[in-house]
């Protein structure tokens, strides 16, 4: 079973527009991460937000992460054709494992 | 540095045969986990390996199996394959996993089973 829900299924922005994508869970975390994946390729790590933390920020994303709601939104701003790809929340509970979202699917138009 | 390699890529099997998937992490990184992806289930834990020891498992049956070696290579295997096994079979390294830092993924070996 899938830890983090993620919504919107799946998004269609024109370049240069922002995307924005939550994800939801269900148990206490240790941290939440963003992955990035292009059709059918292996996942890319994008972002680490740990459970202290609330925001985050690395170049044209910004994370926030809100424990007491159990959920985290990832922002991508000013996006690109290559931008388009599938992404995933992932949380770490401590245990050995990271348990994925269902993922969002962003198209980028140029 | 070379990343995280997976091989076969691709492999087609039948129902009934087994198959041996391989995985060699990033030079220093001691943690291998492996993940079954497929459109229905999305991604799914198969097991986490640090040190030869298997520090977790997910909800898969006993068909699936899997081990690391000395060198931190890792192998996992799926006997009498049946056609929900048909899906991309990945493979993540990470230098330790108290808590998990970021994964490093291969690019998968997608299996079908006909």
């Avoid at chain 1, 994800?23 to 996942?43: A, D, F, M, P, V």
């Avoid at chain 2, 997976?6 to 943690?31: A, E, F, N």
Wanted: aromatic share 8%; with cysteine; charged share 20%.
């Amino acid at each position: 079973s899938q830890q983090g829900e993620e919504d919107p299924q799946a998004l269609s922005i024109q370049e240069g527009e922002n995307a924005t994508m939550n994800c939801s869970y269900k148990t206490s975390i240790n941290n939440l991460q963003w992955y990035r994946q292009n059709s059918g390729r292996g996942l890319v790590h994008l972002i680490l937000i740990r459970s202290n933390e609330r925001e985050k920020h690395s170049g044209r994303l910004r994370v926030t992460l809100d424990t007491s709601k159990k959920s985290s939104s990832l922002l991508i701003t000013a996006s690109r054709a290559a931008d388009t790809a599938s992404y995933f929340c992932a949380t770490d509970s401590n245990d050995y494992k990271l348990s994925f979202g269902a993922g969002t699917t962003v198209t980028v138009r140029a | 540095k070379a990343g995280v390699t997976q091989t076969p890529r691709y492999l087609i099997k039948t129902r009934g045969q087994q198959v041996t998937l391989s995985c060699s992490p990033i030079s220093g990184h001691r943690s291998v986990s492996w993940y079954q992806q497929t459109p229905g289930q999305g991604l799914q834990f198969l097991f986490e390996y640090f040190s030869e020891t298997q520090r977790n498992k997910g909800n898969f049956p006993g068909r699936f199996s899997g081990r690391q070696f000395s060198n931190s290579r890792s192998e996992m295997n799926v006997s009498t394959l049946e056609l929900g096994d048909s899906a991309l079979y990945l493979c993540a390294s990470s230098r330790d996993r108290g808590s998990t830092g970021e994964l490093f993924f291969g690019e998968g070996s997608r299996l079908t089973v006909l």
